[in-house]
């Protein structure tokens, strides 16, 4: 395998995982915060729009906040673009449980979600 074919592979994995992530969040919990100094549920979303921004203007604005209508919104962005981006996820599926959300499966089982096939 092509080392393009092999990345091409990881990206469409990563892409789906990420949107299933984002697409988790409850609309009316996008302000929640584990914990004060934490970043909320919306800023990590609109982190990884921020990312969306390096590929527009080739320049990162560390807002950390870039503005969305809706997770649905935000997910289809992230969903159309994430062929042209390399996306550092992680914070945001340690909030969607103490959200009131459930954890869809990203590696692995979750204690929510087995995934295919379990």
């Known amino acids: 395998m092509s080392a393009p074919a092999f990345l091409q592979g990881i990206l469409s ?24 100094k934490a970043r909320s549920a919306e800023e990590l979303i609109g982190h990884n729009l921020d990312l969306v921004e390096l590929l527009n203007d080739g320049v990162i604005h560390h807002r950390n906040n870039v503005p969305f209508d809706s997770v649905e919104g935000a997910v289809a962005t ?20 103490p959200m009131g959300s459930k954890v869809p499966s990203i590696y692995g089982p979750s204690a929510d979600d087995e995934g295919p096939g379990h």
């Open 78 to 97: 992230l969903d159309s673009t994430f062929g042209e981006i390399i996306d550092r996820r992680g914070q945001l599926s340690t909030y969607l449980r």
């Open 13 to 36: 994995h990563e892409r789906a995982l990420s949107c299933n992530v984002v697409a988790a969040a409850p609309e009316d919990s996008r302000g929640f915060r584990c914990e004060p």
